[in-house]
């Protein structure tokens, strides 16, 4: 069976900074991309990074480039993402996902944790 575990969310100010991170079990996950996604309340889940199996492709959505880091342990199965520069809009549920060779829809999911950006 496949888990996939965040931590690391919580509150911080606008401009502050925090890291996720998501381990996975339950089967080998060779040639699986890892990403992340995130819902805001009353908000549809939205796409928020992802990387490959070789860590050599990486993909952001733009709300979050050149803020956000996404990072990989392939012997740890971990997935980080590193949010520098948060901002309120960034408050979310962010979830983990993997999907085999590319990050679409998720394959995979945890269930997620909570990053709240507020004075």
């Known amino acids: 069976q496949v888990q996939l575990v965040e931590s690391g969310g919580g509150l911080v100010r606008p401009g502050g900074s925090l890291r996720l991170s998501c381990t996975a079990s339950?089967?080998?996950?060779?040639?699986?991309?890892m990403g992340w996604f995130r819902q805001a309340p009353g908000k549809e889940r939205e796409f928020v990074a992802s990387?490959?199996?070789?860590?050599?492709?990486?993909y952001y959505a733009d709300s979050v480039k050149g803020r956000f880091t996404i990072s990989r342990d392939n012997a740890k199965n971990a997935v980080f993402l590193q949010m520098d520069s948060l901002k309120p809009e960034d408050t979310a549920v962010y979830y983990c996902?993997?999907?085999?060779?590319?990050?679409?829809?998720?394959?995979?999911w945890g269930r997620g944790t909570q990053v709240t950006v507020s004075v």
């Open positions: 339950g089967r080998t996950f060779t040639s699986y991309s």
């Open positions: 996902t993997v999907e085999k060779f590319r990050v679409r829809t998720g394959e995979y």
């Open positions: 990387i490959s199996y070789s860590a050599k492709t990486t």
